[in-house]
């Protein structure tokens, strides 16, 4: 062990074998050695590897470097392979760019909603979402059926008429005013003895007049048509006879000697 209190420490021999010491300190630790022959040996045994390792590595060292480690060689292709693999993504952009903006183009054309789409899903949302409604399903109820049907060709500005489907089994549970497309909607709720729901939406549509149209949308169907300036959507549990019979009853009252757009009650 090298004794501390004389100030030579293991760093500073290996500085002497290195030949790195400070000269101020080599005349100290060479006494140091010479008064320890074992952190002589131990020193000697350093130098003598230190010397084997330079003699074994010595022809590599003053080898000429292989191309593949020149590191001006390696900037140089470096930089020529960025200037390839910028001008090929600016490409690419183009090209996918150019690509996914037709196809962009393409698929909002043949996504964009009909008026039969937009104005099916407001029936069917609202359908959804009054008919698991207890206590309010409705704002005006069914024993008013002059006033519903006078309230709201009012806000529609067009002839609104409250269909009676008692013949199909059905009882008026009333109606309420809704938001549509272009303005307010009118939405009625009929009711089964067994507690099914179904209900008739109607507003003004600017759609030429057509005739039935069917959606099915999960557990819930409906019938669209358009005539005399409204649209109209009966929906009801997902059974396409039983809800027909619904809409054929309601058709048929809705076209009897209906008057122009426009007129009041």
Known sequence: MIDRDLNVTSDELHAYV???????????????????????????????????????????????????????????????????????????????????WVAHGMSVASERPTNFDIFSADALDAHKLYVVEVRHPVEVLGDERAHLAQWLSKRLDNEVR??????????????????????????F??????????????AQSSSPESGMRYREAQDVSSFYWVDHGLGYVVSGPNDRKRLWAVVKSAYDQLDKDRAPQGGKS
């Open 18 to 100: 290195d030949g790195v010491l400070p000269t101020d300190r080599r005349d100290a630790v060479e006494a140091w050695l010479s008064a320890h022959p074992d952190d002589a040996t131990r020193v000697a045994e350093w130098r003598a590897q230190a010397d084997a390792i330079r003699a074994h590595y010595e022809t590599a060292t003053t080898e000429p470097l292989p191309a593949r480690f020149d590191v001006a060689r390696l900037t140089r292709r470096r930089r020529a392979w960025r200037g390839v693999a910028a001008a090929a993504a600016v490409v690419a952009f183009i090209l996918g760019g150019g690509v996914g």
């Open 162 to 187: 409250v269909p009676d489907l008692e013949p199909s089994g059905l009882k008026l549970v009333g109606g309420r005013l809704l938001p549509g497309p272009s303005g307010a909607s009118a939405f």
């Open 189 to 202: 709720m009929y009711e089964a003895p067994s507690g099914e729901r179904f209900t008739l939406y109607c």
